[in-house]
């Protein structure tokens, strides 16, 4: 059973930075994936970062120069920065762990609304 909490989310200019936090309580396995997807309305959800245990990344093109995914692995807690946000990244962020022990786990999600 994995608990995980979102922060972070809210309105910002374009141009401007975020930054999301993600925070897993329960039974984390130590070897794991979590990241981040989104879904804007009428759009299918998509993946925008992921980070593995290790500390390897996979960002999506979208959101590559622009976003920087990290772990602190001892606070079980992953973190987005967002900077030079565009309105085409107004979505539902959500947080995702994943591993082979235990089912996915989703966060409940936080707004990112970016005005033009």
């Known amino acids: 059973q994995v608990q995980l909490v979102e922060s972070g989310g809210g309105l910002v200019q374009a141009g401007g930075s975020l930054r999301l936090s993600c925070a897993a309580s329960?039974?984390?396995?130590?070897?794991?994936?979590m990241g981040w997807y989104r879904q804007a309305p009428g759009k299918q959800r998509e993946l925008v970062a992921a980070?593995?245990?290790?500390?390897?990344?996979n960002y999506a093109d979208s959101v590559k120069g622009r976003f920087t995914l990290s772990r602190d692995n001892a606070k079980n807690t992953v973190y987005l920065q967002m900077n030079s946000l565009r309105p085409e990244d107004t979505a539902v962020y959500y947080c995702?762990?994943?591993?082979?022990?235990?089912?996915?786990?989703w966060g409940q999600g936080t707004q990112v609304t970016v005005s033009s």
């Open positions: 995702k762990l994943s591993s082979w022990v235990s089912r996915d786990s």
């Open positions: 329960g039974n984390i396995f130590r070897v794991n994936t």
């Open positions: 980070i593995t245990s290790t500390g390897s990344i």
